[in-house]
């Protein structure tokens, strides 16, 4: 950036504008690269952990719901506290807290110990990620800078992605799985301390509108609800009594949500956030993209490590091939095309592509070559997601009024962490359910060890095919979806509505912008 740039047209720093926030920007990408970071190093991990702490194959997606669920559930939450508290404070506050809870996964010695630890690195994310993107948007008020600032945040915590795959592999193969918790607890402490000094609280911005403390409960009880519902299920059945009551009760304290959301003056999420055609099938669409996801990262990692025998490094660069396709998906595709074409015609082809890549892997065997069926289906997976994500993420907080724009953003996320909770529980059961099958229909005609051995294996990916076929059905919805409900032009051509003020309290509350990872 130039000195004029910088200082504006006389020298001299704009009034109003920090003159530490590009010192800021550092830290801030720090932290979003440590959460990022964390949520693929972890999956790596996975087996090494598994069998350390004798998790069960039933329990082991708690290692991954637990997180996603605490963070999903109370990014809301966290927002609004970040408003009222303060920024900085919240910041701050979270990554002390994300540090606590990694040492305490490194040094976990039960599976309970371990999940208790995910969910805190859960509770602590949600408001650290809501707190750096309102920092950011608070701190960068230019436009030209603010898309600087974003693209940088954002191409870093998209290759944190990549970045934690590899250390992941690295530090399970070489050092230990515990490894891949401790590693969190330097960057925290550098990005507090930076924090600290150079991070400058702005002024204004606060919400003082009264907590939706009955909004808070109804949504954090009614997603837990939800998702042990499916956790449930793959171990007592679909049909057990606590299964259908925790489906019941999910149902009954969301439905509650929405009245209560609809009555309060200040709610925890105003349902015309939610409601608009497009919004509302942003949303969706994703929500639905992210169960199909989720859950295959999950296999692929079983399938590479237990299955072909690959070393946790060489799984973590089998799927570089994926990152790379939606880091050009995102940047290639989806950027450039995003101001030209309506959202729609990039998010259904887009998930269509997706669905594509998931349809090849149906096709899983226990001997499948990794570079003629692997390696296009992940390529196919990373360039669909990568092009229908970008224009998602930049259409979702479009024709939002400010004063619900950090809460338009905050569902972005809402709905990709709940997805994310959901497509890991349900497609674990769907698999399991069809591994338990394949082994019980075939082990009585294998008499000596090996064929046993090879027969669990066939089940074992006879159980992960089951279940992605379902997520090629459940890609194919979200491109029915994002077809049907967006129907809005290209993003950026309606400007953001001003709206007036509600008279709550809320002083200039800063649209917080989206950015595509």
Do not use: C
Not at 14 to 36: E, H, S, T, Y
Not at 52 to 61: A, C, E, H, T, Y
Not at 240 to 257: C, P
């Amino acid at each position: 950036m130039s000195e004029t740039d910088r200082k504006g047209a006389f020298g001299v720093t704009a009034p109003g504008v920090d003159p530490n926030r590009w010192k800021a920007l550092v830290f801030i990408a720090l932290a979003q690269l440590m959460v990022v970071l964390d949520a693929t190093i972890v999956n790596i991990a996975l087996p090494s952990a598994q069998t350390d702490l004798g998790i069960s194959d039933g329990n082991r997606q708690w290692v991954v719901t637990a997180y996603a669920l605490a963070f999903g559930g109370l990014l809301l939450f966290g927002g609004r506290i970040a408003d009222k508290w303060g920024r900085k404070r919240a910041f701050v506050t979270g990554l002390v807290g994300f540090a606590l809870a990694s040492a305490l996964g490194g040094a976990a010695t039960t599976g309970p110990m371990m999940f208790g630890a995910r969910a805190l690195q859960g509770v602590f994310g949600a408001l650290l990620a809501p707190a750096a993107l309102s920092l950011l948007a608070v701190m960068f008020t230019d436009a030209k800078e603010r898309a600087k600032a974003f693209g940088i945040y954002g191409a870093i915590a998209g290759g944190g992605g990549a970045v934690g795959l590899i250390v992941g592999g690295f530090l399970t193969e070489y050092l230990n799985w515990r490894w891949t918790f401790f590693v969190n607890v330097p960057f925290a402490v550098v990005a507090a301390l930076g924090a600290l000094f150079v991070i400058r609280e702005p002024q204004g911005g606060r919400n003082r509108s009264p907590l939706d403390i009955p909004g808070v409960i109804l949504s954090s009880l009614g997603l837990i609800a939800l998702v042990y519902g499916f956790t449930r299920a793959e171990s007592d059945g679909w049909g057990d009594t606590v299964t259908v009551s925790m489906f019941v009760a999910s149902a009954v304290l969301l439905l509650a949500f929405v009245a209560v959301e609809s009555r309060v003056k200040a709610p925890l999420l105003p349902l015309r956030v939610v409601t608009d055609r497009n919004r509302g099938g942003i949303y969706l669409s994703l929500g639905l993209a992210i169960i199909g996801m989720f859950g295959l990262f999950l296999f692929l990692t079983y399938y590479l490590q237990v299955v072909k025998g690959y070393t946790p490094v060489k799984t973590g660069f089998a799927f570089l091939p994926m990152v790379a396709g939606m880091i050009t998906g995102s940047t290639q595709i989806g950027a450039r095309l995003m101001t030209r074409v309506p959202a729609r015609f990039l998010m259904g082809p887009g998930f269509l592509v997706a669905a594509l890549g998931m349809l090849i892997l149906t096709q899983l065997k226990v001997d499948s070559s990794y570079g003629t069926q692997l390696l296009p289906a992940m390529l196919l997976l990373g360039l669909g997601m990568g092009t229908a994500f970008m224009p998602a993420m930049s259409l979702a907080t479009q024709g939002v009024q400010p004063r619900d724009a950090g809460v338009a953003s905050a569902m972005v996320n809402t709905s990709q962490q709940v997805g994310g909770a959901i497509g890991t529980a349900l497609l674990n059961t769907i698999a399991a359910s069809a591994t338990t099958s394949y082994i019980k229909d075939h082990i009585a005609g294998a008499a000596a060890k090996p064929q046993q051995q090879l027969v669990k294996l066939q089940g074992m990916v006879h159980g992960y095919s089951s279940a992605i076929w379902f997520a090629v059905g459940i890609l194919a919805a979200a491109s029915l979806i994002a077809f049907t409900f967006v129907n809005a032009g290209r993003p950026g051509s309606t400007p953001v509505t001003s709206g007036e003020g509600e008279g709550e309290g809320v002083e200039d509350e800063l649209p917080v912008p989206v950015v595509a990872h």
